[in-house]
């Protein structure tokens, strides 16, 4: 996270947390930069979306919103949304990364580690084509749409799991 504070600095910046559950990361670059202009987020794990709407006062129901922050956010439950309907919902959010005169996109990405564990049931056998790990593979395409999208933006990525996956995938 330093490198995105030392890059950021308090400049105006779009945010896209991506399977990121919790995520302690997205609160301390907020801490060091600032709030975003805009963000989406988006939970797939049902318990998860509950401490993420209550953390962040938003709603489930995947319209734009502007939570107690005042930004826009979006707020999907499902990834694939977001490359649905030729990535409406990324070009919405383009749009508004464009209006706002925005240049700089932080992503902020983990993928669900059960199938990459070494601690699940098939000790990490799945991989990235299990059913939950293969969500990476939409987090890949969602980069690629916004580089095609906003060609000038900056992306700062960061993609996390688990300490324990298999080697191969550490």
Not at 46 to 62: D, H, I, K, S, Y
Not at 76 to 87: C, Q, V
Not at 109 to 123: N, R
């Amino acid at each position: 996270t330093g490198t995105f504070a030392i890059e950021l600095g308090h400049s105006k910046f779009a945010y896209l947390g991506l399977c990121s559950g919790v995520c302690s990361e997205g609160q301390t670059i907020y801490a060091m930069t600032g709030e975003p202009l805009t963000s989406i987020r988006v939970e797939q794990d049902l318990a998860l979306r509950a401490m993420v709407c209550t953390r962040e006062q938003l709603q489930t129901g995947n319209h734009w919103q502007s939570p107690a922050g005042g930004h826009q956010t979006l707020f999907e439950e499902d990834i694939y949304n977001l490359l649905r309907h030729d990535a409406l919902k990324l070009r919405q959010f383009a749009a508004l990364v464009t209006k706002l005169q925005i240049h700089h996109l932080v992503v902020l990405a983990g993928p669900p580690c059960q199938d990459l564990t070494t601690y699940s049931k098939l000790q990490g056998l799945c991989g990235l084509f299990g059913p939950r790990s293969r969500l990476f593979f939409a987090v890949v395409a969602i980069l690629r749409t916004m580089t095609l999208l906003l060609p000038k933006l900056q992306i700062f990525g960061c993609i996390e799991n688990a300490g324990s996956a298999r080697a191969h995938f550490v």
